[in-house]
């Protein structure tokens, strides 16, 4: 009864204390933001500069000119200061009488740079008070803090900003990224990424999230399915590459020096021809090797592939220039371009119904084959479904059938990943690579079947209500031999901690059902349920480090190694 008493006494002094708060004014003081002056005007001059050596043309034909002379001469070009970082340069044995040598007409500021300093590891860094030649070593150091919004590219939905952090940490000079060991980092406040890495880097990155704006905002009924470049030069390298293919000329050489062949060839062609000394110098060929070929009528491309055929080289478009370089420098020198590919993943008109398209998406991700090292987990995955979206499936097509071994899952360079908001695969790849994923995509095109939304949504349906098993192994001990299965890392006992867990976080009601369980059977945890929730079992699986996800690689000692000490046990 005392109790009862005190409890009303504390509700009523309560019920006072708020009827004698004072009323809470609503209105505010709007804020006035005064911009710190000397902040702005170091942005606005680094992106006057920026546009400075995109837009100024160059036309330059000097030969070993100083290093020093060569900068007063871009300097006087651009009209603003071009200095040297003489230390830098210094610590690799280099001096300002650098001779240096350029033969170029009409480029942009930003390529006569690139191409003069190429050979010698410099490179330009802008800065607000102008330009300074550098090492790149050194500039590699020099770290510029942009900010980009980016609510646009993640529809305004925070959690979303992590798929799109991890495009740009795995696309844009990986080792740059303190994922790597680099010391660059990327920051999320609001719907905002805070960069801080090299003003190379934040050139792609802008260049990046400029092209998937392009392909995300397409409208669906004028749909353009031509891959779009990461580069500031996509219309000059569409020239270039039109004029190769269409431009027809009757030659003949005759152990003419490939220098000349070159300049021949730009003339005809009507674009800059950059011949890149040093790699050819690193296998014995000089610009003076001699070109042989007979009289034929023949397009600018195939004139190009039969004399770098001969000579044992290769080419390629590198920004707004052709360049003529080794064989291996083409096979490791990968460009970023995106693919449109909504038409193909979507199988028909998109769901405007953003729940429907969410649902369908998280379908797509499983619509794929279980890595050859967790067959376990065939069963999650929807080989019969064709009518859901194919994300994932069209990236493991590409990558499969376009040079298996170029990719990095098989130790090569090239990297395919997908960026579902946009409807889009981003690919880094060599020339020929994306010439082969170009004619694949228009194969698949042509061949395309449409599903209407409603047997997308019937099949949907099936996939999540079929009632599937999985049996899990869990994490084991890492061994020299990788063919030799080394101890599990948990017990029956803590397998089976980890099913209850699961069964009672992971919607609980649905292992009331008969035939619906989580049982451990010679240290396995084998789980039967709907793919529905064994799609959220797995994700839980994965957070705790007793699987891998789907697409990742694997390591036997995958488990979390703080895993033990977060309260499970």
Known sequence: MLRLLVVVLTLLLLGQLHAEEPELKTDRTPTTIIPDQVASESLEKLAKHEQLLL????????????????????????????????ASLED????????????VQGVAAKTAFEMALHLDELA?????????????DEASLELIRQIYDVSDLIDGEIVRSEDLTGLINQLIEPDTWELLGGPGTINVWES?????????????????????????????DSYAVASIGCTPWRTEQTVISQQLRKVEITTEFSDTPLEEVAHTLSEQGGFTIWIDHRALEDIGLAAIAPVSLPKRKRTLQHTL????????????????????????????????????VRDLIWKGPKPQDRAVQTRLLKLARWQTSAPYHRQELAPLCLGDYLALPSG??????????????????????????????????????????????????????????????????????????????VSYSGPREKKTNVYELGEPLLSP?????????????????????????????????????????????????????????????????????????????
């Open 493 to 569: 006992a803590e397998l089976e901690k980890i099913g209850k867990l699961i069964s009672s976080n992971v919607e609980p009601e649905s292992w009331k059902t008969p035939g619906h369980y989580i049982i451990v059977s010679q240290n396995r945890l084998v789980i039967r349920n709907r793919r529905d929730v064994m799609f959220q079992v797995h994700d839980r699986l994965v957070e705790l480090g007793v699987t891998v996800p789907l697409q990742t690689g694997f390591d036997d000692t995958f488990m979390n190694p703080q895993w033990r000490g977060n309260g499970i046990f």
């Open 392 to 469: 994932h499936q069209l990236m493991n097509v590409i990558t499969h059938c376009v040079q298996p071994e170029s990719w990095e899952e098989l130790g090569g360079p090239g990297s395919c990943l997908i960026y579902t908001l946009g409807d889009c695969l981003l690919i880094a790849q060599t020339r020929r690579v994306h010439e082969r994923i170009g004619i694949l995509l228009h194969e698949l095109r042509k061949h395309q079947p449409e599903h209407e939304l409603a047997e997308q949504i019937k099949q949907a349906d099936q996939a999540e209500a079929e009632v599937i098993t």
């Open 124 to 136: 330009v860094m802008v800065l607000p008070h102008g330009l300074m030649i550098i090492t790149k």
């Open 305 to 340: 592939n039969l004399i770098c055929e001969s000579l044992g080289i290769d080419w390629f478009i590198d920004g707004e220039v052709l360049r003529i370089t080794t064989v291996d420098e083409t096979d490791f020198d990968l460009t970023l371009y995106v693919y449109p």
């Open 55 to 86: 837009e100024t043309r160059i036309t330059l034909d000097i030969h070993e000119m100083p290093l020093e002379k060569f900068a007063e001469v871009m300097s006087n070009e651009l009209e603003v200061p071009v200095d040297i970082d003489l």
């Open 92 to 103: 690799m044995g280099l001096s300002e009488d650098l001779p240096i040598s350029l033969r």
């Open 192 to 220: 905002k990424f805070i960069i801080s890495n090299t003003w190379e880097v934040h050139t792609e990155v802008g260049l990046l999230l400029e092209t998937l704006r392009q392909a995300k905002n397409q409208p669906s």
